[in-house]
């Protein structure tokens, strides 16, 4: 009953809709299976109502390595309702009771490399060891002593995050800026921004890069708004991405303008490109991956795919239009990333949950 409260807190903090938050539960035991995928329930009432009808599965032993492989074959799959292709984070919410049965690792290694997220919740009967292996960093691994505390560390669960905007400022974006301010202004719409909340930046670049304003210049979404909307076209050539990239590492994700990349929030950008860059993106792109910042970049024809894959977190973060003028074709997953915006650490939230 705890478990299946847990889950219930965790869903209605979602924003569960078909082009929004998507939820999947399995449990485990000996063999794992699912009581309902991600592409089963599209609205949260369907999905609340799911979760209770829950009964536990039975059976022994605890084989972990096993569940993870199940998951990552049979319910992180496109069959499955996962939008991992369009760029939809893929988030694992794993509860354990007790040591593995089995073998963990190789399960553990294939799922992490496939782009999934893990954070682990473990009772006093849980191996400490065994949870940091399986979440995404040791800090990702919750201790609870048992089932009853799991409210003390839904906060930690769904947490918050710091958005950059990198806007193409340059003479390529004249046509499209509009679009693109419209584009960041329904995404900004939905965040849930505050003090101790999400925060955002705005950030222009052509020649070189200027901030619009920073994490913490603004206190109220209102703020954010009314500023993204007086905002002015930079314009200006060369398009240096490269030295972009580097002021928004070093200037904009800073904790002195408000940065909480230290505090484990989850760090996102994204960059739109109208044309090919004057300068190198590769080592400032490497150097922000490093830094844990996951990166989305939206290019018009005119961009090089190259170019905007390298600075993707990975290839499939990388989107394609024909000009500014149609951001709407983008994939509605990746307008909706940060959408109802109660986040996880260290990742997007609008994705699959599991």
């Known amino acids: 009953q705890d478990i299946r409260d847990f889950v219930q807190r965790i869903v209605e903090d979602l924003n569960i809709d078909a082009n929004k938050d998507h939820v999947a539960v399995v449990q485990y035991s000996d063999t794992a299976e699912i009581s309902f995928n991600l592409r089963r329930y599209t609205t949260e009432d369907d999905v609340l109502d799911a979760v209770r009808s829950l009964i536990p599965k039975g059976g022994f032993p605890h084989n972990i390595g096993a569940a993870l492989e199940y998951v990552k074959d049979y319910v992180f799959t496109t069959d499955s309702g996962s939008r991992l292709l369009e760029g939809a984070p893929q ?8 040591r593995a049965g089995d073998d963990i690792r190789a399960p553990v290694k294939v799922l992490k490399e496939s782009g999934v997220i893990p954070i682990v919740i473990g009772t006093s009967d ?3 060891l065994e ?7 040791p800090n990702y691994a919750l201790s609870i002593t048992d089932y009853e505390e799991l409210p003390t560390v839904k906060q930690a669960v769904m947490s918050l995050h710091d958005v950059v905007f990198l806007i193409d400022g340059s003479d390529d974006s004249r046509n499209g800026f509009e679009a693109i301010r419209g584009f960041v202004i329904k995404v ?5 921004l505050g003090e101790n909340r999400d925060q955002v ?3 222009q670049y052509s020649r070189d890069a200027t901030a619009n304003f920073y994490l913490n210049s603004y206190s109220s979404k209102s703020d954010v708004l009314n500023s993204i909307r007086t905002m002015r ?4 050539r060369p398009l240096n991405m490269g030295k972009a990239l580097e002021f928004v590492r070093d200037n904009v994700f800073a904790a002195s303008v408000g940065g909480r990349g230290p505090e484990s929030v989850p760090q996102y950008l994204y960059v739109f490109s109208g044309g090919r860059s004057g300068d190198d993106v590769r080592g400032p792109a490497q150097s922000l991956k490093e830094n844990g910042i996951k990166t989305f970049t939206i290019g018009t024809q005119n961009s090089d795919t190259l170019e905007m894959q390298t600075i993707s977190f990975t290839p499939s973060h990388n989107f394609h ?30 994705g699959e949950i599991y």
């Open 91 to 98: 988030i694992l919410i794993l509860l354990s009771g007790g």
């Open 126 to 128: 849980a191996d400490t």
């Open 131 to 137: 949870l940091q292996t399986i979440s995404h960093e």
């Open 188 to 192: 900004v719409e939905s965040l849930n």
């Open 201 to 203: 930046a705005v950030v």
């Open 233 to 236: 076209h930079k314009l200006g």
């Open 321 to 350: 239009v024909m000009n500014f003028n149609n951001l709407q074709n983008v994939p509605s997953s990746v307008e909706a990333t940060l959408r109802g915006a109660q986040e996880m650490p260290k990742f997007p939230t609008t």
